[in-house]
């Protein structure tokens, strides 16, 4: 990544806010910077730029390590910025669909610093905590509904890795240790600069995370 690139990265890098009690935090955050028509490298979705105004769509895909429920999370924020380098749009991703990032009036945002919620051990983002009360399972997922998915594989790395029945016991016995209550009390959360790294990078990188975390979790047997 070069220079410009990463003073753009950062100079939108979203805020995050993680509940007083959360167990994880991201490993790693693969950005892409996107100036034409195209798909997103990483998510199923695509952006047309057909809005005059909009410079570049800065996509932050964020890589944790676990969930509360398995091995391997990947949620995406992505930042639309304007040709006079304002902050004109923003989108969250939301296991595996996506909502808009900035409230109408606009109060989530911070010169060009979106200020984005993560679901207590599950990471998906809205922009205030208050909507996180409208998910069903949203105590019992950390709780007495976590370790429940071992090392998922998901579309971006299909055939890239593969889970099997030990990876799966593995896992779910150190999710049965993380799990946890939610406090429902955030707290700030900057994106370190040696977090980010290309897309391309970081899709290198994960399975390899995930071998090693594998082979990590084999020595507290």
């Known amino acids: 990544m070069d220079d410009f690139t990463m ?10 806010y993680f509940d007083a009690r959360e167990p994880f935090f991201p490993a790693r955050v ?55 380098g304002t902050v004109v749009d923003c989108d969250a991703s939301f296991h595996g669909g996506y909502f808009k990032g900035l409230l109408r009036d606009r109060s989530n945002l911070e010169d060009t610093h979106v ?23 949203l105590m019992e997922c ?10 998922i594989v998901t ?3 299909d055939g890239i890795y593969e889970s099997n029945d030990e990876k799966d016991r593995l896992v779910n016995a150190e999710l049965t240790r993380k799990a946890f209550t ?3 009390e955030f707290q700030e959360y900057r994106l370190d600069p040696s977090l980010f790294v290309t897309w391309e990078q970081l899709k290198v990188e994960v399975p390899q995370r995930i071998e090693a975390c594998i082979e990590q979790l084999r020595g507290l047997e």
């Open 7 to 16: 003073d753009l990265v950062q100079k939108y890098a979203p805020i995050l």
């Open 142 to 151: 950390t709780k007495a509904e976590a370790h429940k998915r071992g090392l």
């Open 30 to 84: 693969g950005v892409t910077v996107l100036d034409k028509l195209g798909a997103s490298p990483s998510f199923r979705r695509s952006f047309d730029f057909q809005a005059k105004d909009l410079k570049y769509v800065i996509e932050y895909a964020i890589y944790w390590d676990y969930d509360i429920q398995h091995l391997y999370e990947l949620e995406h924020v992505w930042i639309y910025v304007g040709q006079d």
């Open 115 to 137: 200020n984005m919620y993560s679901q207590p051990g599950k990471h998906a983002f809205l922009p205030d905590p208050e909507m996180f009360y409208l998910i069903p399972d």
């Open 182 to 184: 939610p406090s429902m």
């Open 155 to 157: 579309g971006a790395f």
